[in-house]
């Protein structure tokens, strides 16, 4: 019989986990019990039981920390997922994509507790904006290296296409336009259907999110 069990994770990659979990338990707790203002990165850096250079490896701001806002990236294995999808709506698959970005860097947080921190000091939301924002820049960049003629001739079916990134010619100013509306649009489908909600239902999600762009589509042929 074939063994299916994972493989278990690097001890490193293991014990980074562990590190980042520390330094944003102990961020979370102090925020609860000092408030925002008062907790300090050396407070927090103290509590984990790390160094201040130790917090920067990990986080960017005492913000970040609390809410557990991680790196941003776009990997292999979202694009593979994305490619799986067999769907021909870019727009659609751009959202997923999109949504996909956010949520796995918020580090595997969980929503609720983003919600109650943000409840709790509004002026965290700045923090995910900014969050949001940078998503949206990653996925610009890439975005940017897709060869677009020939997705255009796939039917934007399958993986996207790319030019080796040290020759990606800049695309042209159609190029550009599309990518800009396209990723505009991404993010209003993704602020009407709440994202930042924990919503397990992978279909309903889907079901939101065409529904939407089908809204939004209509609207802007008018």
Known sequence: MQNTQLSPKPLRERRRARTWQAIHAAASTLAATKGLRETTIEQIAEQAGVSTRTFFNYFATKEDAILGISTLELTDQMLEQDAQRGDNRLIVRLTHLLLTIVRAGFGGTDIEQIRQNINRYPELMNRVKVHNHHAENLLRDFLTR?????????GYRG?????PAEHAPEPNADQQQMIESML???SAILRQVRFGDQIDDV???????????????TILTY
């Open 159 to 163: 993986p996207f296409p790319l030019h």
């Open 203 to 217: 279909h309903l999600l889907d079901t939101q999110i065409r529904a939407l762009a089908d809204s939004y589509t």
């Open 184 to 186: 505009h649009l991404a």
């Open 146 to 154: 897709v060869d677009w003629e020939r997705f255009t001739t796939a």
